[in-house]
């Protein structure tokens, strides 16, 4: 068996009361900028693209007359939308959105470049626009209203008692 001498047992000593000095400072730092950290997280944005931004020598290759469908697919992509009726109006959409918290979203940046086809399928007009041109929306709360008997769940459970089987008490049987 060995036996710990006195130095061995002050130095031992020792060297456990400065872990616990170290771990003492660690956690009071820790402690210190746990909360800076979680308020340097929640005032700093987190900033999201949508879509793909084309870029100006890109769109500057793409002129009236000059090019159909398939080539401006080729230089620029598939669109990000196209027209409604018709393939007439091709529509390349990015957006840059910083979201602060959940419900503070804003849109910083918005590219929409718009592509008008003839009906040969040739560029017509190529247009860019972003947030200048953009409109607020407000969407309505109301509901179309339906036309006849607005009935609860229960009275429609209720009236649905006995009709189960009508139709075959009224054909004749064979």
Known sequence: MHEISDTGRQMARVSLSLGRLLARLCSRRLAALLPAALLAACTSPQIDTHGEQVEADRLALIRPGAQDRDEVARLLG??????????????????????????????????????RFDPQGM???????????????????????SFGESQSFFNQLVGNLGR???????????
């Open 164 to 174: 189960f089987n009508r139709e075959q008490e009224q054909q004749p049987r064979r």
């Open 123 to 145: 560029v017509r007009e190529v247009d860019m626009f972003g947030l200048d041109r953009g409109r607020e929306v407000e969407l309505v709360e109301r509901e179309t209203p």
């Open 78 to 115: 598939s669109p990000s939308s196209t027209s409604v009726f018709g393939d007439e109006q091709w529509y390349y959409i990015s957006d840059v959105v910083e979201t602060r918290s959940i419900f503070d979203r804003k849109v910083t940046e918005r590219q929409v470049v718009t592509i």
